[in-house]
């Protein structure tokens, strides 16, 4: 018996569900589209130009016209771009542009659209790991540090100086004076890199499981000519060092471990007295319920499906998922020792939480 013949079917409803799901699908194509168009560097091309032929555009931005005239059209039927039937012209509106491009005053959303991209790039690995619970390894994801340097250049460290170091006020003058720093996941290096040409007289150091992030990070701060930066290709699990540091720092970087509590626990224990550890983590609830109205949490569920859990269970760890949720990390940090734990949401970065523990 079909569902059809069981149950009286609300035919409107289905029907609105129906639609809803084809509107689903034409967003994530046009997302496909918009990740595109930032890796081509076609919404910058395109950002206070008048508006254009697709010959003049495919031309400002050294790409095929005729492909560059498809992606316009995806891009008109998106509603991003607009569109000119009389002269075939093309052209970006500057609110759109504030949240699309390199420089955008919004943000650049474009940054995440890349994600929906990578599904795509992974999903005979997805399918492969749910057959068979399997994990993944980094090398798995192509482009994937090069997406999260974009990424924490938007939400760690376009507002390091401004709103996240100033979360523990005691910071900016110990490092003025000189500490020593571990950045623990540091991948590209972008945040301990900023740090150390801010703050010339401190020390600071950058573990990550992954070398080719860590060879990228070197040659970034060999080209800037910082000599009071280093960066070890290291793994973290069962991570020990004592009274090593006077503050730590983790963007994003604890929830895939192996061993997140086991991570939490060594970083407390590598604090010097009177230390400060700061951590940044995806600030979704760790219960389903509490996250409908948390920004992108479909997408945020799915990157964890195709990424942070099987990187996790790739390394025989748990596999605790991106939303593992605030309620796990604080439970976290007050088991490992930390006596005080504050938690905070910075405007510019809602889908974090940014936690300050102290011992
Ligand atoms: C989501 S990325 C965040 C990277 C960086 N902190 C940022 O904000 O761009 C997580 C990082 O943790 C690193 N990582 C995962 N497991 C690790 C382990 N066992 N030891 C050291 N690093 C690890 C990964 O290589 C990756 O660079």
Redesign the pocket.
């Known amino acids: 018996m079909t569902v059809m013949e069981t149950t009286a079917l609300d035919m409107a409803k289905a029907e609105a569900f129906a639609e809803q799901v084809g509107d689903m699908i034409n967003a994530g194509a046009a997302a496909a589209m918009v990740s595109l168009g930032h890796r081509l560097g076609l919404f910058d091309t395109l950002a206070g130009r008048a508006p254009s032929t697709s010959a003049e555009i495919a031309e400002a931005a050294a790409l095929n016209e005729r492909y560059v005239r498809e992606w316009l059209a995806a891009m008109v039927m998106a509603g991003i771009l607009e569109y000119g039937p009389k002269d075939k012209s093309y052209w970006l509106p500057a609110e759109h542009a504030a949240c699309l491009t390199r420089d955008a005053p919004l943000g650049n959303l474009a940054v995440y659209a890349q994600h929906v991209s990578l599904f795509g790039k992974v999903e005979e690995r997805t399918i492969h790991i749910m057959e068979t619970g399997e994990g993944t390894g ?1 090398d798995d994801y192509p482009c ?2 090069q997406i ?2 974009e ?2 250049s938007q ?2 460290i376009a507002g390091l100086f401004e709103h996240i170091l100033p979360l523990a006020p005691e910071l900016d003058g110990r490092l003025k004076a000189g500490i020593d720093v571990l ?6 290096g ?2 301990l890199i900023a740090m150390a040409k801010h703050y010339p007289a401190s020390r600071f150091t950058g ?4 070398a080719d ?1 860590i060879e990228f990070a070197q040659k970034t701060a060999q080209a800037e000519g910082l000599t009071n930066v280093t960066f070890e290709t ?4 069962g ?1 020990a060092e004592a009274a090593r540091w006077d503050f730590v720092t ?4 604890v929830h ?4 997140p509590f086991g ?1 939490v626990k060594g970083l407390s224990a590598s604090l010097r007295p009177g230390g400060v550890y700061l951590m ?1 983590d995806v600030g979704g609830s760790a219960h389903l319920e509490n996250n409908f109205d948390f920004p992108m949490a479909a997408l945020l569920y799915a990157v964890s499906l195709v990424h ?1 859990t099987p ?2 269970i790739g ?1 025989g ?1 748990e596999g605790l998922g991106t939303m593992w949720g605030w309620e796990t990390a604080e439970r976290f940090l007050s088991e490992a020792g930390f006596a005080r734990v504050e938690r905070h949401v910075l405007p510019h970065d809602p889908m974090n939480v940014w936690f300050v523990a102290r011992k």
């Open positions: 980094y994937f540090h999260m340097a990424d924490s939400t760690v950045d623990a996941g540091c991948a590209r972008s945040a573990y990550d499981l992954c992030a290291r793994d973290l699990t991570y983790s963007f994003d970087a895939d471990q192996k061993d991570l940044q942070c990187v996790s390394q760890g």
